[in-house]
């Protein structure tokens, strides 16, 4: 029987194109707790632009994660049974460091949600909690100098497991606008995976994204940031690994051995005709 818990655990990893200084990272959801009962992220001041070895590691992870998205049915037997919990390591530092100031945030860190709909974002400002369990984010920066450009490193429900492949992990979006917002919709699925050694709990998830330019002349209103909507299933997904019983290996193991003698008989009766025939002439 599979036990069943209130909370969830959330590990992110994202840099944004503005300075830690400008921007705040927090999630607010239907039971409207104080947003920092779910934990705090590291906010790291670094910067946009990579270094050669950060490009590589992380095209290189781009192009294999779109690649296992696009085959992950023919694939997913394979990842399973493969054991890795994680393709790749983590971006590598900034080396050598540049000499600018730093002008993007990483923020990274684990966090421990409940299991109801909920929304994390980044958007200018840092938040402040409101005695009704709300927030407002408090923003020093002038409207026009926003840069919402992100790259997600790392975005996962759950404890890691082999074989699963995050949607979001490897995406890039570079703003065309100061005022740009970035909304995604996520699907959040219990996963159990039940190997011969026990069993593990996760999450799966899919994601729809969408973006637009906030404009309230033109009719489009809203904050510009980058929006995580994600919502729990009530469906769970469970995954189970069947070792072939004994008594049908033992079959197979016996028409192989039987297949053998039989194959080698005949080869052996077909050399005897063959020398025979040869040594009769």
Known sequence: ???????????????VGMPCGAVGADIMDSTNENVFSFGRLK?????????????????MAQTMNSFLREHYHGLRETLFRSGHTSM?????PHHPRPSRQPDACRVHGSLVLNKVAGNFHITAGKAIGLPTGQHAHISAFIEGNYN????????QFG????GFIHPLEGDEKVATSEMQ?????????PTEVRGLLGAAHTYQYSVK???????????SHGVPGVYFKYDMSALKVVVSEDREPLVQFLVRLCAICGGIYVTSGILNSLLGWVLRVAFAE
């Open 159 to 162: 404890d890691e497991q082999a």
């Open 181 to 189: 917002m970035y909304q995604y919709f996520m699907e959040v699925v």
């Open 1 to 15: 029987m599979s036990t069943w818990t209130p909370s969830c655990l959330f590990t992110v990893d994202i840099i």
């Open 209 to 219: 994204e969408q973006s637009r330019v906030i404009n309230h002349h033109a009719g």
């Open 43 to 59: 906010e790291e001041n670094t910067w946009w632009e990579m270094t050669p070895a950060q490009e590589d590691h992380f095209r």
């Open 148 to 155: 919402f450009s992100h790259r997600v490193v790392r975005f």
């Open 88 to 92: 790749f390591a983590e971006l590598p």
